[in-house]
């Protein structure tokens, strides 16, 4: 059993920097790809970004590509989402997920376990 923690959202101005963390408890999480996603009021989850059991390969949305940047330390049991030149339109709730195998996907329901998520609110 894993279970994620998300932390380090909050309210930032258009342009401006947040990092969320991801603190997973279970020996196993290092075996597991890890994504982020993100719901905006009103709208469906959409995936943001992902990164394979190794750190070594990361995978953006097209929305995020170049501004937001996935890491992760197995040592700590961490999976940070770096995320620079935010837009108002990043305001969302974000949530950490694990798939449970080393398989990346971009699919919320190849996601086995999931954080309570973390708001992020970009303001204009």
């Known amino acids: 059993q894993v279970q994620l923690v998300e932390s380090g959202g909050g309210l930032v101005q258009a342009g401006g920097s947040l990092r969320l963390s991801c603190a997973a408890s279970?020996?196993?999480?290092?075996?597991?790809?890890v994504g982020w996603f993100r719901q905006a009021p009103g709208k469906e989850l959409e995936w943001v970004s992902s990164?394979?059991?190794?750190?070594?390969?990361?995978y953006y949305a097209d929305s995020v590509k170049g501004r937001f940047t996935i890491s992760r330390d197995n040592a700590k049991n961490t999976v940070h989402l770096q995320m620079n030149s935010l837009k108002p339109e990043d305001t969302a709730v974000y949530y950490c997920a694990a798939t449970g195998t080393a398989y990346i996907s971009t699919y919320y329901y190849e996601y086995k376990y999931w954080g309570q998520g973390t708001q992020v609110t970009v303001s204009s």
């Open positions: 279970g020996r196993t999480f290092s075996s597991y790809a």
């Open positions: 990164i394979n059991i190794g750190g070594d390969s990361s």
